[in-house]
């Protein structure tokens, strides 16, 4: 008996650690087709690094001044916001630009800033623009961030 429990809490702990599951919020044609896109570590840690890792279909490569916007919405307010040089954290996962459409997986991890609220629901979008100006994606999903040691 009390091993089915403690066997039941570890289930619990593993499914509560999955990547939470991310919808299009794009509102018209995108550079790429997302057809998976995962956090990892999940839950977020502030002041940590996560890495989102984007399974697709590039139409055109990633190029030379493509750009990441993330944004955290609570009760319809931003409560985060976060920018950065996309082709820069690709590199730094060795993906640098121009990245091929040949490319169907990629991984870019990015801090989350001390900023981030912890224990609380929060809708997080995370677009992605290429060099040429057209959104590569746009993905959505809710995210809870916490204080990790």
Do not use: E, H
């Amino acid at each position: 008996m009390k091993f089915t429990a403690i066997a039941a809490l570890l289930l619990a702990a593993v499914a509560s650690a999955q990547s939470p599951t991310f919808s299009n919020c794009a509102t018209g044609a995108t550079d790429m087709t997302v057809t998976g896109f995962t956090l990892s570590l999940y839950p977020l840690c502030v002041n940590k690094n996560v890495c989102a890792t984007v399974t697709g279909t590039l139409s055109t490569p990633v190029i030379a001044g493509a750009k990441l916007a993330v944004t955290g919405r609570y009760g319809g307010r931003v409560v985060y916001t976060d920018n950065a040089d996309l082709c820069t954290l690709l590199a730094a996962s060795g993906y640098p630009c121009p990245v091929p459409v040949t490319t169907t997986t990629v991984t870019a991890c990015i801090l989350v800033k001390p900023t981030a609220p912890t224990g609380v629901p929060v809708a997080l979008t995370i677009q992605a623009t290429n060099g040429n100006g057209n959104v590569l994606f746009c993905q959505v999903a809710t995210v809870t961030a916490q204080t990790c040691p």
